[in-house]
């Protein structure tokens, strides 16, 4: 069973750009998660996706949003990019929604790099 | 005061020893607990989960849950230098999608 895929590995932006950030549940999966992990910073939670809707949200502005398109994969766009953007975003799937019984897995993520 | 602390370590020891690995959290209506693991450029992977306290063994790991300390605890026994990695701990109320991670404690396993 393939796990959750990423894309691309690597994303090289100047500020001000707009980066777009993809990803392929684990088949099954119908809950996709986006993290985002700073240096030194932990996982802090962005967007939390289900059947095609927002199901929650982080304390992020809202130049961070995304979507999840009807196969379960989905896009984290990051507008207006600042220097403090750059991390590895991680996204994550479960195969459950609500209040799920079911883990999250993660993928490698995308290293976000603003210059 | 964070909802899920981790010393952030690192922590070293030689091959063979017992690793135990510890998160505080704050609010007691936590139930889930998961332990990731993640090596370096790599994204975290479960290692393990538990519902409400307990211990829970898999293998040389062992997850413990004490919720009157509100006290989560990762053992690795006869610890490898491929058990090198960060390791992060999560909890939550809501369900596994609703976690809170720890900042994660950098392991070393040295031959």
């Known amino acids: 069973e393939a796990g959750v895929t990423q894309s691309p590995t690597h994303l090289i932006k100047t500020r001000g750009q707009q980066a777009t950030l993809r990803c392929s549940p684990i088949?099954?999966?119908?809950?996709v998660y986006w993290y985002q992990q700073a240096l030194g910073l932990g996982l802090q939670f962005l967007l939390w996706?289900?059947?095609?809707?927002?199901?929650n949200r982080g304390n992020f502005p809202p130049r961070f949003s995304g979507r999840q398109f009807p196969n379960y994969s989905s896009e984290l766009n990051v507008n207006a990019l600042e220097l403090e953007d750059s991390a590895l975003y991680l996204c994550?799937?479960?195969?459950?929604?609500?209040?799920?019984?079911?883990?999250?897995?993660f993928g490698d993520g995308t290293r976000l790099s603003i210059l | 005061q964070k909802e899920v602390e981790q010393d952030p370590g690192p922590l070293s020891v030689p091959e063979g020893a017992i690793v135990s690995l510890n998160c505080t959290y704050s609010?007691?209506?936590?139930?889930?607990f998961m332990w990731y693991r993640q090596y370096s450029r790599k994204g975290p992977e479960l290692l393990m989960y538990?519902?409400?306290?307990g211990n829970k063994e898999d293998g040389r790991f062992t997850a413990q849950v004490d919720k009157s300390s509100k006290y989560i605890s990762l053992f690795i026994r006869d610890s490898q230098p491929s058990d090198s990695a960060t390791y992060l701990c999560?909890?939550?109320?809501?369900?596994?999608?609703?976690?809170?991670f720890g900042a994660g404690t950098r392991l070393a396993v040295h031959p």
């Open positions: 994550a799937s479960s195969r459950d929604r609500g209040n799920s019984n079911q883990p999250q897995h």
């Open positions: 088949s099954g999966h119908t809950s």
């Open positions: 996706y289900d059947e095609g809707e927002e199901r």
């Open positions: 609010n007691s209506a936590f139930q889930y």
């Open positions: 538990t519902y409400s306290s």
């Open positions: 999560a909890s939550g109320s809501g369900g596994y999608n609703k976690l809170i």
